[in-house]
């Protein structure tokens, strides 16, 4: 058994992380609903699949995370620090992502129905196929490439209240 | 000459991105500098879509 295993597949949604070192681990496939990660570093984590809804990710470091197909709805992300991050499939719903850094980040097919976007840095990320239902894209800052992978209509929006690099 | 000049420009920021997305670190400093890098080299090639 690998030592990164230890937190697979595992319901962790009333874990302590306090003392728990998080950089890199393995979180996949397990149930970590309203989970308090504040301000905490875990970069390069394996959280694809995982249940993260409602948790408090504000201010954490999540550059390189996988989180294909988790389950963000509700999930606090306001401030966070995204970069490269693999978003693919997430299920963002209501998130709160305000002033957070999704710099070249992948979220193509995710969906971000009535997320909270606004002071968000979108440079160079991916929203292919992602659903962008009423969303506030408020003091937004992007880029050609991320305008050319939305939707005419959020394009609009994007253009309305955001802000070109 | 000028368009010429410009496009090889262009290609060596295409070259440049590529390279950095082929090396991607994963220690926090190391992250930032990529970070730091291709922010500058993306901003560049904003110019070129213009």
Redesign the interface.
């Known amino acids: 058994m690998n030592p990164s295993d230890v937190f697979r597949k595992r319901n962790l949604s009333k874990v302590n992380f306090e003392y728990e070192e998080l950089i890199?681990r393995d979180f996949s496939d397990s149930n970590m609903k309203g989970v308090n990660l504040k301000n905490r570093?875990i970069?390069?984590a394996d959280l694809s699949c995982t249940d993260l809804s409602e948790a408090d990710l504000s201010g954490a470091?999540l550059?390189?995370v996988k989180m294909r197909g988790a389950d963000l709805q509700q999930t606090n992300l306001s401030s966070a620090k995204l970069?490269?991050a693999d978003m693919y499939g997430a299920d963002m719903r209501g998130a709160d992502n305000r002033g957070a850094d999704l710099?070249?980040a992948d979220l193509r097919n995710a969906d971000l129905s009535n997320a909270n976007l606004s002071g968000i840095n979108l440079?160079?990320t991916n929203f292919d196929g992602a659903v962008l239902e009423s969303i506030n894209f408020e003091g937004a800052n992007y880029?050609?490439?991320t305008l050319n992978t939305i939707s005419d209509e959020s394009k609009k929006e994007l253009k309305k209240q955001g802000n070109k690099? | 000459m000028q368009g010429r000049k410009d496009e090889h420009r262009h290609q060596e920021l295409l070259k440049e991105k590529k390279e950095l997305e082929k090396n991607r670190p994963h220690g926090i400093d190391e992250m930032r500098r990529w970070k730091h890098d291709m922010g500058k080299i993306l901003q560049e090639l904003e110019l070129y879509n213009k």
Do not use: A, K, L, T
């Open positions: 890199g570093d970069h390069n470091i550059f390189n970069w490269d710099f070249y440079r160079h880029d050609s490439h690099w």
